[in-house]
């Protein structure tokens, strides 16, 4: 079984930047496919990133590219998301899923508890 749990959420403003993270356990992180998902109360979750297995791979949702960066340490079982130039809309509850690479499922069975971001306008 993966545990993940989310840290580096808070109250910024406008223009600010915000570093998450996401510690996982239970598997060997380098055979994970990772990706960040974010959730509005009443809304459904959005994709915002995902990244391959060695990090060499990645893809955005259209609303955060070109401010946020995914990233990952293998060495250190860590996912990050570094989210740059924040507007109020990317307040929401971020969530880090991830999937076992080798698997031809394409969903992501293991979730995060969430780390809240609010951006202030």
Do not use: H
């Not at 297995?53 to 996912?79: C, E, H, Q």
Request: hydrophobic share 35%.
């Amino acid at each position: 079984q993966v545990q993940l749990v989310e840290s580096g959420g808070g109250l910024v403003q406008a223009g600010d930047s915000l570093r998450l993270s996401c510690a996982a356990s239970g598997r060997t992180f380098s055979t994970l496919a990772m990706a960040w998902f974010r959730q509005v109360p009443g809304k459904e979750s959005e994709f915002v990133a995902r990244i391959r297995t060695s990090g060499g791979n990645t893809y955005y949702a259209d609303s955060v590219k070109g401010r946020f960066t995914i990233s990952r340490d293998n060495a250190k079982n860590t996912l990050y998301l570094q989210m740059n130039s924040l507007k109020p809309e990317d307040t929401a509850v971020y969530y880090c899923a991830a999937r076992v690479a080798a698997l031809p499922s394409a969903t992501y069975p293991y979730w995060g508890q969430g780390t809240q971001v609010t951006v202030s306008s």
